[in-house]
């Protein structure tokens, strides 16, 4: 039943990171005036103040479980849920919201695999022939795993199940005489990450995935779907790495660009529609296999590499934070209107405008100690200037802070992503963004914090240029030529990748005549 306008529309919105700030702020600035109401496992400030400025109401509980999301619902009955993190999807919200009639914005958990099982989207990527994939095995047994992982070169390990981003680790061998200790290092790791997945989520089959190693330009395309139309929203480059360079331990992400139009200074408009041509038919394979409609959201992390082109790193199932804070300059359009038609399954017709010529710049201010020590990171009281940030015409979202007796603490997460736009270009954002954070942003018991003031700068963007343009090279050479690939496989033989077809991957058993 379509929603009809004129009254006050109610929405639930499900987190309580700064995802969800952002999306309660650009819900809120819907010239549908929604009522905004909130279900959070802690009590977000920044969530809070918008629910309250709209008239909702907020309620704590945990988001993970079907039954708690089921009752919030019950009692807002709400005309549409949206649903912010991940592990909601995963854990059958949707599924209990949609069995009970509610209007969602959010795939259901079968759908929702293909961001929670990196095994399940690289076997559907290679059973459809979806552009963009990489060579790769999945394993059940730790010992398989590493077996196979003492013959590979430069690879990629990473739990098979969605893990915030943790666990990911790439290995090289530069030389000969270090290839013991990288394989020894493999090997660790993998032991590690089984280790994670069997005793924090024991959810999947699958354990370890080991991916070939590529190098290029990151980006990501988030995208609106109601499964049948997919509505492209602009790039965005996430900054994973905690320290200035892209050197440190990877984080959720310490700060984004965004613009000038729908790409990225490196990203082409021939690169953007291949993307988005990837997530078309992701949507049309999980159609197939599943047999339902996907309506939310799809994002590919991407990578521009020497092999592809646009090559899919890995999928998620919702807008990605930082990315989505950087769109929230840009999008011109009632971003609400766009959710509620991708949930109702009318978004085909539905128009995307954006300010053309805006520069957007996010940076993440995060609590020493973050990401690998959050015990030291957490606990600390939050102190907020919210006059010095607007002064530099930036917008400040609350993440990892919990508000409690009226107090806010750091939760050991990053605390606020602080965004800035401007015409004059991401510099001048970048300025802006340092400006803001040291006026506006401290812990009260002195405690350092941490925030990357290279997101943005003109040495940054120039070198993702110049690696993109050696890329661009490489690949549309080798797409002219077509690219085959072949890897052997102890004790079964050759693997043939053919990736000018699209035919799975062919296995050539050891004993056969070639």
């Known amino acids: 039943m379509y929603k009809v306008y004129g009254e006050t529309m ?29 279900v959070m496992d802690k009590l977000n400030p920044g969530i809070k103040r918008v629910v309250e400025e709209s008239g909702g109401r907020t309620y704590i509980a945990k988001t993970t479980n079907p039954s708690d999301v089921v009752r919030v619902a ?74 196979y992982a003492s013959l590979a070169g430069d690879v990629v390990v990473k739990p098979a199940r969605q893990a915030g981003g943790h666990g990911v680790r790439i290995f090289a061998e530069p030389v000969e005489h270090l290839r013991g200790i990288t394989r020894d290092a493999i090997a660790e790791h993998i032991v590690k990450v089984a280790r994670i997945v069997d005793e ?65 200074p490196f990203i082409d408009d021939e690169e953007y529609m291949e993307t988005i041509d990837i997530l078309k038919k992701t949507i049309d394979a999980l159609k197939r296999e599943t ?21 899919v790193i890995e999928y998620y199932a919702r807008f990605g934070d930082p990315e989505i804070a950087a769109l929230i300059p840009l999008i011109e359009s009632d971003f609400l ?22 520069y957007v710049v996010v940076k993440a201010v995060a609590p020493k100690g973050y990401p690998e020590n959050r015990g030291l990171a957490k606990g600390h009281p939050v102190q907020f200037n919210l006059d010095a940030v607007l002064r530099e015409k930036c917008l400040m979202l ?26 004059q270009g991401y510099e001048d954002a970048s300025r802006r963004a340092d400006k803001a954070i040291v006026s506006g942003i401290k812990l009260a018991d002195g405690h350092p914090i941490v925030w990357r003031r290279d997101i943005g700068s ?15 090279q490489a690949y549309r050479k080798r797409k002219r030529g077509g690219v085959v690939v072949y890897d052997w496989v102890p004790g079964k033989g050759l693997i043939v990748y053919d990736y000018s077809s699209q035919r799975s991957p062919q296995l050539i058993p050891y004993n056969s005549k070639f």
């Open 10 to 38: 109610k929405v639930l919105l499900v987190g309580y990171g700064g995802r969800e700030h952002a999306l309660a702020i650009m819900a809120r600035n819907s010239p549908m005036n929604p009522k905004i109401s909130a």
């Open 74 to 147: 019950e009692r807002e009955n709400p005309d549409l849920v949206v649903i912010g993190p991940e592990e909601p999807i995963f854990s059958g919200v949707v599924d209990a919201l949609e069995e009970r009639g509610f209007l969602v914005y959010g795939p259901k958990s079968r759908l929702g695999l293909i961001e929670k099982s990196k095994a399940y989207a690289r076997e559907l990527m290679w059973k459809y022939g979806i552009p963009g994939r990489l060579r790769y095995a999945a394993f059940r047994d730790v010992g398989e795993a590493l077996k």
């Open 200 to 264: 924090k989520y024991g959810d999947l089959d699958y354990k370890v995935v080991v991916e070939e190693r590529v190098e290029g330009v990151e980006y990501t395309l988030m995208a609106i779907t109601d499964g049948d139309t997919v509505l492209g929203l602009p790039l965005v480059q996430d900054h994973p790495h905690l320290f200035e360079g892209d050197v440190g331990p990877e984080t959720g992400g310490m700060g984004a660009i965004a613009g000038p139009n729908y790409t990225l």
């Open 291 to 311: 047999g339902e409609k996907y309506r939310g959201t799809i994002s590919g992390q991407m990578m521009l590499t020497a092999l592809w082109g646009p090559t």
């Open 337 to 358: 209107e766009l959710l509620l038609r991708a949930a109702e399954g009318r978004l085909a017709g539905a128009k995307l405008r954006i300010r053309d010529g805006v």
């Open 398 to 423: 609350v993440a990892g802070v919990e508000e409690k007796n009226g107090v806010f603490y750091s939760t050991g997460s990053r605390l606020v992503e602080v965004v800035c736009a401007s015409t």
């Open 458 to 472: 003109r040495w940054l963007i120039e070198k993702r240029i110049e690696l993109a343009k050696t890329v661009r």
